[in-house]
């Protein structure tokens, strides 16, 4: 399996972790709460789900750094390494 969900109500969330995502694939997670915060009919009380995500090593824009010099005159011992990930914005859903 190369994904696995976790609920932490705790934080009131749902936590998917996806081992590795080769190109050209696609993962899709369905879930149906049914607790009575989001059971509501008033919709107007009911709050946003709010989507965050980390992609590790992976640029969408493909951007790459081909060069990198680290001028420092301190005496730090600074390594030229970039670490590419790619984060959410903000993602809000409303449900009806």
């Known amino acids: 399996n190369r994904s696995s969900d976790l609920y932490v109500p705790e ?21 149906h709460f049914g607790l009575p915060s989001v059971d509501s009919e ?12 980390e992609i590790p090593y992976f640029t969408v824009s493909g951007i790459q750094v081909r060069y990198l010099k680290i001028i ?4 730090y011992q600074s390594l030229p ?4 990930i790619t984060q959410s914005g903000d993602y809000q859903l409303r449900t009806t």
């Open 42 to 53: 008033d919709s107007e009380g009911r709050p946003p789900i709010t989507v965050k995500f």
């Open 72 to 75: 420092e005159k301190s005496g």
């Open 81 to 84: 390494w970039v670490r590419y």
């Open 11 to 31: 934080k009131s969330a749902v936590i998917w972790t996806i081992k590795a995502f080769p190109g050209g694939r696609e993962f899709l997670l369905r879930a």
